[in-house]
C-alpha cells in the first residue's frame, strides 16, 4: 500500500498538526510503508491537490485534518473504481469521524487505514458539489456564521454560538420534494444526513447509517418560548427525535427550496447560492473504517 496524504497544516491548531504529522510520519517510515504528503494552503485546495495526487496514480487516498478537509478531499475523489480513501481526524469537530469510531488518536487511526480492507460508503451528490456528512440550512448555517468569526474554534465555542442564535432566530418557510411529492414547511432547521453528527458531537440524525444507500431528511418545526431549553438539551443528548416538533425519513434523492434562504451547511462549511438538490451515491465509494 501507498498513501496519499492530504493535509491541513492548521487544523485543530498548527503546533498539534505539527506534532500529529510527525507522529505519522514516524509510524510510516517504521513500518516501511511508501507516503507522499501534500500540504494545503489555501480554501479549496485540496480539492485540486487530491485531483493531482489521482492523476499522478495515487490509489489510496487520506484526508488529515478536520470536516472541513475531508470534504475538499471527497470532492476531489474520481476514478472511484481504482483507489481507496481514508481519514486521520486532527479538527476541532471531527463529526464524520466521530459517526464511524475513527479515533483522533493518529496512530489508532492510521492503523485502520493500514490494517483494514476498504468498504464501500454513501455520500451525497449535489448539482456542483459532494458532500459524506451532512448538508443543512436553517438555525445550524447562523451558528456556524458566528462560529466562523470566532479567534479560537472549539466545541464550546459552538454551544456558546448555538445558545446567542436560538432566541433571536426566525424559522425558514421552504418546500421539500421526495418522489415528486411536494410539502410545505416552517421549520427551525432543515437536513440531509448521510451520517449523524453534527457541532462536534451532536446527534442530528441518530439513526443514519452510511451503508443503507439512503439519505435521512431531518427537519424541526418552530418551537417557542421556554420550550427552546429542554429541545436544545435533548438534542445534545442525542434525542433530538424524542421531540414532537422534530421529524425524520428516508430517501434517496431530495429537493428543497426557499425563497429567503440562499446558504448552506455542506459538511461544516458556508456555502452561498448552492441548490438544495441532494442525492446518494451509493457502491461507489470505498474507505478502510
Known amino acids: 500500500m501507498e498513501l496519499d496524504i492530504i493535509y491541513n497544516p492548521y487544523a ?3 503546533k498539534k498538526m505539527t506534532k500529529n504529522l510527525a507522529i505519522v510520519e514516524e509510524k510510516l517510515k517504521r513500518e516501511n510503508v511508501v507516503y507522499r504528503l501534500h500540504k494545503s494552503e489555501y480554501p479549496k485546495h485540496a ?4 485531483k493531482a495526487a489521482i492523476e499522478n496514480g495515487a490509489t489510496t487516498l487520506v484526508a488529515m ?10 470532492n476531489g475523489l ?15 469537530g471531527n463529526d464524520f469521524a466521530g459517526h464511524l469510531g475513527i479515533p483522533e488518536d493518529v496512530e489508532s487511526a492510521l492503523d485502520i487505514i493500514l490494517k ?12 456542483n458539489l459532494r458532500a459524506i456528512n451532512v448538508v443543512g440550512m436553517g438555525i445550524d448555517v447562523e451558528v456556524l456564521k458566528l462560529y466562523s468569526e470566532l479567534e479560537k474554534k472549539t466545541k464550546i465555542g459552538y454551544t456558546n454560538c448555538l445558545l446567542r442564535t436560538l432566541f433571536t432566530y426566525k424559522c425558514v418557510k421552504f418546500t421539500s420534494e421526495i418522489n415528486g411529492l411536494k410539502r410545505e414547511h416552517k421549520a427551525f432547521l432543515a437536513c440531509v444526513a448521510n451520517a449523524s453528527m453534527i457541532g462536534g458531537g451532536m446527534k442530528i440524525s441518530p439513526a443514519s447509517d452510511v451503508q443503507d ?8 418545526d418552530e418551537i417557542k418560548g421556554l420550550k427552546i431549553l429542554p429541545a436544545l438539551l435533548k438534542f445534545k443528548k442525542g434525542k433530538l427525535l ?5 421529524h425524520s425519513e428516508l430517501c434517496d434523492k431530495i429537493t428543497i427550496e426557499s425563497e429567503k434562504y440562499s446558504t448552506l451547511n455542506v459538511d461544516g462549511e458556508l456555502y452561498e447560492n448552492q441548490p438544495f438538490s441532494a442525492e446518494v451515491v451509493h457502491n461507489t465509494l470505498k474507505m478502510h473504517r
Open 12 to 14: 485543530g491548531g498548527e
Open 47 to 50: 480539492i485540486a491537490l487530491t
Open 65 to 74: 485534518g478536520g470536516d472541513g478537509t475531508l470534504n475538499e478531499v471527497v
Open 78 to 92: 474520481c476514478n472511484f473504481e481504482n483507489i481507496t480513501f481514508g481519514l486521520i481526524p486532527c479538527g476541532t
Open 116 to 127: 483494514r480492507e476498504a468498504t464501500y460508503i454513501d455520500f451525497i451528490q449535489m448539482p
Open 213 to 220: 444507500g439512503k439519505l435521512n431528511f431531518v427537519y424541526v
Open 242 to 246: 424524542s421531540l414532537p416538533q422534530a
